[in-house]
């Protein structure tokens, strides 16, 4: 979900449509500060994939701290001690832990199935059970060896106070993006992925490891949506732009080549084309008209009796314009719309918010 699965615009009568399905409580927090109804739309869209994005490192995190957990506790007291803990659980601790017990045996009895074994309640314990194990009430379950147990990389001078703070904003974040609500607004994403990254290297520093690596979190975080995009993306702004060289239509060939051929992308610009708006030539057309003339004589062409304007008239590039403030995902909109009966244009200038060109961009053969 780090990019829409094809580009479609929010019409109205969509807005109206998910505002009436969602209701105006949920998407309240979503207008807050600007009453962009269109806006308010693209930041749930962004909270949606900056929760699917923190879905792997938390499941990460929670299988491994509640299997940590239980080797720990199978070690100190049996293997089979969560089906009945050996040490007092508090009351919410215990409404938990019946529930899911009951759930579990109703479904056995349901389905003719043998009673359900430590792994069956293991697994159905839910992380509010796990990360209250370490709260107060259970000081005297955690002494230091069986800690380190759980937590063998516990740097020296740390406790269960510690590992309780981190599995507590582990939960709470979990809990938020299990029931839907808003995390988008909590600015500083890196530091909640690394509460997540640093209970699990508290158990695993190569599990850390791997799950840094294939963390998208930060992908996702770093390009919010802004009233200047339309679709997810990196900031064209954020981009290694280049100002594209500007030649005059009569210019002589050979010199526009040399041009494009130091230019990113390969494109010259002539500023204004016989009167009207900007038109755009490539090395790629540049060689092709090279080669028309070739054929066409029979013979070697002299590029300085060719000019900019014969490769614009012979192969027109097609242009559109987009904002700087703009996305990476509005760029691909354009150049892959939806309709297919729609015009792609072959380049997008990019221009700053005072209309000057900073940049172009060819289209891909491809949408990757």
């Given at each position: 979900m780090a990019e829409s699965q094809e580009f479609a615009a929010l019409t109205p009568?969509?807005?109206?449509?998910?505002?009436?399905?969602?209701?105006?409580?949920?998407l309240t927090p979503y207008l807050a500060g600007h009453g962009?109804?269109?806006?308010?739309?693209?930041?749930?869209?962004?909270?949606?994939?900056?929760?699917?994005?923190?879905?792997?490192?938390?499941?990460?995190?929670?299988?491994?701290?509640?299997?940590?957990?239980?080797?720990?506790?199978?070690?100190?007291?049996?293997?089979?001690?969560?089906?009945?803990?050996?040490?007092?659980?508090?009351?919410?601790?215990?409404?938990?832990?019946?529930?899911?017990?009951?759930?579990?045996?109703?479904?056995?009895?349901?389905?003719?199935?043998?009673?359900?074994?430590?792994?069956?309640?293991?697994?159905?314990?839910?992380?509010?059970?796990?990360?209250?194990?370490?709260?107060?009430?259970?000081?005297?379950v955690w002494p230091a060896n069986v800690l380190a147990t759980a937590f063998p990389n516990l740097p020296a001078g740390m406790g269960r106070k510690d590992v309780q703070r981190r599995a507590a904003e582990v939960n709470d974040l979990r809990n938020r993006i299990a029931h839907h609500e808003p995390i988008h607004?909590?600015?500083?994403?890196?530091?909640?992925?690394?509460?997540?990254?640093?209970?699990?290297?508290?158990?695993?520093q190569p599990v850390r490891d791997f799950t840094r690596r294939h963390s998208t979190v930060m992908?996702?975080?770093?390009?919010?949506?802004?009233?200047?995009?339309?679709?997810?993306?990196?900031?064209?702004?954020?981009?290694?732009?280049?100002t594209p060289p500007l030649v005059l239509a009569d210019d002589?060939?050979?010199?526009?080549?040399?041009?494009?051929?130091?230019?990113?992308?390969?494109?010259?610009?002539?500023?204004?084309?016989?009167?009207?708006?900007?038109?755009?030539?490539?090395?790629?057309?540049?060689?092709?008209?090279?080669?028309?003339?070739?054929?066409m004589i029979g013979g070697m062409v002299d590029l300085s009796e060719l000019t900019a304007r014969d490769v614009v008239e012979a192969y027109p590039v097609s242009l559109a314009e987009i904002d700087v403030r703009a996305s990476s995902g509005d760029v691909m909109a354009l150049f892959f719309p939806p309709d297919a009966t729609a015009s792609r244009p072959t380049a997008i200038l990019v221009r700053s918010a005072t209309g000057k060109v900073v940049g172009a961009i060819l289209r891909p053969e491809v949408r990757l």
């Open positions: 009568a969509t807005i109206t449509a998910v505002e009436s399905a969602l209701s105006q409580p949920r962009n109804r269109e806006y308010a739309l693209r930041l749930y869209l962004w909270n949606g994939r900056l929760s699917k994005a923190f879905l792997f490192p938390l499941g990460i995190c929670e299988i491994a701290t509640r299997n940590a957990v239980n080797s720990a506790l199978s070690m100190a007291y049996s293997s089979d001690w969560v089906l009945a803990p050996p040490f007092q659980l508090n009351q919410f601790s215990a409404q938990s832990h019946s529930r899911a017990l009951d759930r579990l045996n109703r479904f056995a009895a349901r389905h003719n199935l043998p009673p359900p074994g430590p792994n069956d309640l293991i697994a159905a314990l839910t992380f509010d059970f796990w990360s209250n194990l370490f709260r107060e009430d259970y000081d005297h607004d909590r600015q500083d994403h890196g530091a909640r992925l690394n509460v997540i990254l640093d209970l699990i290297g508290l158990i695993s992908t996702v975080a770093r390009v919010p949506p802004t009233r200047y995009s339309s679709f997810p993306g990196r900031p064209l702004a954020q981009m290694n732009l280049r002589q060939l050979d010199n526009v080549i040399r041009a494009m051929r130091a230019a990113r992308p390969e494109l010259a610009l002539i500023e204004t084309y016989d009167g009207a708006g900007p038109a755009a030539l490539t090395t790629t057309g540049a060689l092709a008209l090279t080669a028309d003339r070739a054929a």
